[in-house]
């Protein structure tokens, strides 16, 4: 009986400390920081930011970002997100804002004479079951750098608004 007391009280506890790590990870902006550092730690997707607030469930900005990939990188000001994760348990990925504000895309691939392909890219075929969608899209003063230096720019503050379609994510072949 003694036994199964301690078990029971051992269990409980590995389950707090569980319970209490994704809280702190999710819902604080310190969460935010090391998530982000630990993603970045391993994956070839790079995520800095100088100024983290708010949380990833929820309510997420970061100010004066730096995303590198080995074919480019994306610095901005501000990058905003505002979703509902509690979507995912129904299988919907909800994006209901995001802004990104003064953003510079550089594109570090060579150049190609073939045309650009707009499609989303593949993804493993365990997050087929996604459907996702982004209520309101809002980029302000983008600047794109092709890989030989020639900017395509906006003057316009507001490059694009708007919602953007439900979509579902293609598995990989």
Known sequence: MRRWF???LIFLLL???FAWAIHWFLFTAEGARRLLQTASRWSPLKVEARVVRGQIAGHLTLEDFHVRWPQGEIHGDSFELRWQPFYLLTGR???NELILKRVQVRNNSPPTKAELDLSWPTVPAFLTWLVGE???LQIEDLVYLQSDGTPFSTNSPRVCSGSIAVWRLIPSP
């Open 134 to 136: 982004i209520q309101t």
């Open 93 to 95: 990925l909800v994006a």
């Open 6 to 8: 301690l078990y029971g």
């Open 15 to 17: 389950f707090g400390a």
